[in-house]
């Protein structure tokens, strides 16, 4: 209130929404909050420019612009798919109120702007600085777990320790683990000095989809696709699997 921002509670708003148990988290939900803002603002100032006489085509753009937007946020994950809607909803926000005072546009998105700004600055500092939590010990923590996991998996499997509806289960929640390995990854790489732990746990993801995906086809195909006659084949497969 006191720098006269036009609504001073987006600065408070956008706190709540990207703060993060972990501070990893924090800067990458900010970094594309904010670049989802400038995006929709000056394509919002953009479109006023070209058409501030033609509502028609403005709307017309901006819905182009909606489109675009919601593509990019069904094709990426994480940050990344909130950046594209931040930038859609965004450009809405700016440009729909002032349809009948296009000189105020630039004032409209610069003051947005400045509030979303001044929120992600307080919400960053304070994560960095107080009780700071990073992604990359948790991650490493969980990749650690849950190769453990699938090590033991493995082997209770081909031991006939589980039962068949367990099995199915366990894999599910093994390739859903890949995409929460993910999701630590894409946080983790803001985090100073991750850039080569990033890269090491990219492959890790990479390799653990497709052993994990691999060995339930395997173990399926010895269980019910070959005949007991085949014994031979069996043994062959079931020491390729041990």
């Not at 956008?14 to 900010?30: E, F, R, W």
């Not at 349809?99 to 004032?107: A, G, M, R």
């Not at 990854?185 to 691999?214: C, Q, W």
Request: contains cysteine; charged residues 15%; glycine residues 6%.
């Amino acid at each position: 209130m006191l720098l006269q921002l036009d609504k001073p509670f987006m600065a408070m708003a956008s706190v709540v929404i990207v703060m993060q148990p972990h501070s990893g988290a924090v800067l990458a939900k900010s970094v594309y909050r904010m670049l989802g803002n400038f995006a929709g603002g000056a394509v919002a100032v953009l479109l006023f420019s070209l058409f501030e006489q033609q509502t028609a085509m403005l709307l017309a753009g901006l819905a182009l612009w909606v489109f675009f937007c919601t593509a990019g946020a069904a094709r990426q994950r994480n940050a990344q798919s909130y950046g594209f809607v931040l930038a859609g909803y965004t450009a809405c926000i700016v440009a729909l109120p002032e349809l009948s005072t296009p000189e105020h546009i630039f004032v409209t998105a610069t003051l947005r702007i400045s509030e979303i700004m001044i929120g992600i600055l307080c919400a960053c500092a304070v994560s960095e600085i107080i009780f700071p939590e990073t992604v990359s010990e948790i991650l490493y923590r969980a990749a650690k777990k849950r190769f453990t996991m699938f090590d033991d998996f493995v082997r209770n499997v081909l031991n006939g320790r589980i039962r068949q509806d367990e099995v199915e289960t366990m894999q599910l929640r093994f390739i859903s683990d890949v995409a929460a390995l993910d999701g630590y990854g894409a946080a983790a790489s803001l985090e100073a000095g991750a850039a080569v732990h990033k890269e090491r746990v990219r492959l890790f993801n990479s390799d653990f989809m497709s052993v994990s995906t691999s060995f339930y086809p395997l173990y399926a195909f010895t269980r019910d696709i070959l005949p007991p006659s085949s014994a031979a084949v069996r043994e062959a497969v079931e020491d390729a699997l041990q």
